[in-house]
């Protein structure tokens, strides 16, 4: 064994080495991820069984932290100025997602109130009622991913609704001429509301992080073995 080992070329040697030593840190970095996850999850589903947190305990935390996290709080809509958001499919049929700014205590936060479908027309928007007394409102926090490359249409005037192309925060202020919280909240089902509610966590799965660790450390065994292989083949053609 020693003596096939001091034969091996020193390049290919140490290049194999050096990629087999960065598959098995991802693959360790993914079981880290994985044991986050999990921890993550854990914590989300034992606040969403006790108490619930609020938008400030939101506001004082990292972000990124509250991604999912259960909250409630109560709020009055702006019935008249809410947003359409475009280009929404639910079950093949094509819709908006209907974004409301909701008055807290904590300011003024956009909340998602789920998918209505689109009328025939472009020009003739859905009707919509919302109830603009102060409610307890209960969902989970979201931050929008915007994508640079898609261009908002939507003017600013006075004409309300507003069909917007992303939830861009920032250009949502501008509509309203006010400050609003720097997160979404996507509302919980609810039995009294026509609209269509079913968001999927934006936490991946644990299982995910171990199948894409499993995945590196194939391949990093996969490279030793070829590399193995190849040598030894080479060493025994050298020979003959």
Known sequence: ?????????????????????????????????????SLRLQSIESAAKNAKINLNQVLQADIQEMLDMPVSFDGAADAQRYFLLDNKIHNGRVG???????????????????????????????SIKINDLNTRYDGVVSLPLNNSMVKETAVIDGNWPKVIQQTDLQIME???????????????????????????????????????AAQWFLLGLAAIVVFVIAERKKLKRNKN
Not at 97 to 125: C, H, K, Y
Not at 183 to 201: G, Q
């Open 1 to 37: 064994m020693w003596a096939f080992l001091t034969r091996l070329p020193l390049v290919a040697t140490i290049i194999t080495f050096v990629c087999v030593v960065i598959m098995f840190a991802l693959g360790n970095w993914q079981l880290q991820r994985a044991e986050q996850k």
């Open 96 to 126: 908006y997602q209907v974004l409301v700014p909701l008055l807290t205590e904590a300011g003024a936060v956009i909340a998602n109130f789920g998918w209505i479908a689109a009328t025939n027309s472009r020009d003739i928007l859905p």
């Open 174 to 212: 501008q509509h309203l001429q006010s400050e609003i919280l720097p997160f979404v909240v996507l509302l919980d089902e609810s039995d009294s509301s026509p609209l269509v509610r079913n968001w999927k966590a934006v936490v991946m799965a644990p299982e995910k992080h171990l199948a894409y």
